[in-house]
């Protein structure tokens, strides 16, 4: 079966702007789970959606927000860009987001803010 | 202060030697993690430990989790070129799916 979809793969956005990345989770996940990337801070987790609803959210800025939408696929938004927002983004789906169940994860978006 | 912390940071070895990367907390878990992330791609599932003691094996990976299920390890044998990577531990800390990762311990196996 196909695996986690994250589109697109780069990106490169001037500081202010805003940016929307989608990910299309494995058919038949519920459960979608952003989690974001650099060097200096590691995999930190932003938010987790599950039957379109926001489940849990980490400690990142207002900026940083999310949908889903009925079919699963969601979307995370950042608005008016900073550098330090350059990092890998990073999507994970599972069949119904319980713990311990396992998450699988796209290729992830790459981001550069300049 | 990370939650969960691995060492070592980076390690650079030959083809064929063995090495073991650790997983430290100072926080009891119900489970924990291991993924291994290569270049390009996300994180990818390994294992996951549930009891304290337990040993599993994935081939040359073996894994254990300590007995106060405070700590973890991950011992290679005769590691090889394919096992370069990222290797995160992880732990699920809220109600679902939000997974807490560790700082990381970057692989390079050489020839």
């Known amino acids: 079966k196909a695996g986690v979809t994250q589109t697109p793969r780069y990106l490169i956005k001037t500081r202010g702007q805003q940016v929307t990345l989608s990910c299309s989770p494995i058919s038949g996940h519920r459960s979608v789970s952003w989690y974001q990337q650099t060097p200096g801070q590691g995999l930190q987790f932003l938010f987790e959606y599950f039957s379109e609803t926001q489940r849990n959210k980490g400690n990142f800025p207002g900026r940083f927000s999310g949908r889903q939408f009925s079919n699963s696929r969601s979307e995370m938004n950042v608005s008016t860009l900073e550098l330090g927002d350059s990092a890998l983004y990073l999507c994970a789906s599972s069949l119904l987001g319980r713990t311990n169940t396992e998450a699988f994860f796209g290729q992830g978006t790459r981001l550069t803010v300049v | 202060t990370q939650l969960l912390e691995q060492s070592p940071q980076f390690l650079s070895i030959q083809e064929g030697e063995n090495l073991t990367v650790y997983c430290n907390s100072s926080s009891v878990f119900s489970s924990l993690q291991w993924y291994r992330q290569e270049p390009g791609e996300g994180p990818v599932l390994l294992v996951t430990?549930?009891?304290?003691?337990e040993v599993k094996k994935l081939k040359r990976l073996t894994f254990q989790f300590g007995d106060a299920r405070k700590d973890s390890s991950l011992h290679i044998t005769a590691a090889q070129t394919g096992d370069t990577g990222l290797y995160l531990c992880?732990?699920?800390?809220?109600?679902?799916?939000?997974?807490?990762f560790g700082t990381g311990t970057r692989l390079q196996v050489m020839l």
């Open positions: 992880a732990v699920d800390t809220g109600t679902a799916s939000k997974l807490t």
């Open positions: 430990v549930v009891t304290g003691g």
